[in-house]
């Protein structure tokens, strides 16, 4: 069965999620999104420029984890900043020995050791000036972020479309945006598509296909048509995807009706429960 995009359900989801809209995810990404609260430890441990360099290099090698995702960011956390309890990094080379370090000491990177490697030396010898701006400079992501996409993807010699290249955008944003920090940052990247968000555009029916898996193997289509939900509701797809990620399990791992049940539980940290009722019954509305 061809991927194809269901533009009247897009139109649907749009309306609905227009009700959200981007701040109310903004809370969610700090109160409950696991990513968020590992990556705000680690910038407390080694300061926020050098957070999103770490970051940066830890999304680009997460890949074939053997532990989800939540407790991979947790575990480059917790053992980057052990490692780096008497001072933060003098230079890039000292971030890189840690990722390097990290991947030999994470069960998370058991497979592909020496290819997460090679991919982090890459970045660090092709990309080092990107690097030593983040470190610097930060704020630089805010108006940048395209750039920083496509010059990673130009030095992995790899589509800028690619999940593992888009996700580096999320990961150094949540690095550098601080708990209350209601910036939008609306960039024309395409959402990373893993198993969470082939899901949501599966149960969502905003995409069709034979299942969810091959929403992963054939990724373009979500990626158009999450795009298009972006621009409809103001929302930026980095929370798109920060939304998706929080609740695009639930139709894959229980049934449709308890699936509901708990998208409705998570959106009622930060809207009415009625409300959170009604959304979740019209979001999700088939098992993956």
């Known amino acids: 069965m061809k991927v194809y995009i269901n533009e009247a359900r897009v139109d649907e989801v749009s309306e609905l999620l227009s009700t959200i809209g981007p701040y109310r995810i903004l809370e969610l990404e700090e109160k409950l999104d696991p990513q968020f609260k ?18 940066l290099l830890v999304s680009l090698i997460s890949y074939k984890l053997s532990m989800r995702g939540e407790e991979w960011w947790e575990c480059a956390a917790s053992l980057i900043s052990s490692r780096r309890k008497a001072r933060p990094p003098y230079g890039l080379n000292e971030v890189v020995d840690d ?3 990290f991947i030999d000491n994470c069960r998370g990177s058991i497979l592909a050791r020496e290819a997460r490697k090679k991919r982090v030396q890459q970045v660090y010898i092709g990309s080092r000036k990107i690097l030593e701006v983040l470190a610097s400079n930060p704020e630089y992501f805010y108006s940048n972020a395209e750039t920083i996409v496509k010059t990673l993807a130009r030095t992995l010699g790899v589509e800028d479309w690619r999940k593992t290249v888009v996700f580096t955008a999320k ?8 708990p209350g920090d209601r910036r939008l940052v609306n960039i024309e990247i395409p959402i990373p598509v893993d198993t969470r968000v082939a899901c949501a555009s599966y149960s969502s029916m905003v995409v069709e296909a034979s299942n969810y898996m091959e929403i992963v193997r054939n990724p373009r289509a979500a990626q158009e048509a999450w795009s298009k939900i972006s621009k409809k509701t103001g929302i930026p797809v980095l929370n798109l995807d920060s939304l998706l990620w929080l609740t695009g399990w639930t139709p894959r791992d229980l049934s449709l009706e308890e699936a509901r049940r708990k998208v409705e539980d998570i959106l009622s940290n930060v809207m009415e429960r009625l409300v959170a009722r009604e959304i979740s019954q019209r979001l999700y509305v088939r098992r993956c």
């Open 38 to 55: 590992a990556l705000k430890k680690l910038s407390l441990a080694v300061g926020t420029g050098w957070a999103s360099v770490y970051a």
């Open 99 to 101: 990722v390097l370090w």
């Open 171 to 178: 990961m150094v944003y949540y690095a550098i945006r601080e």
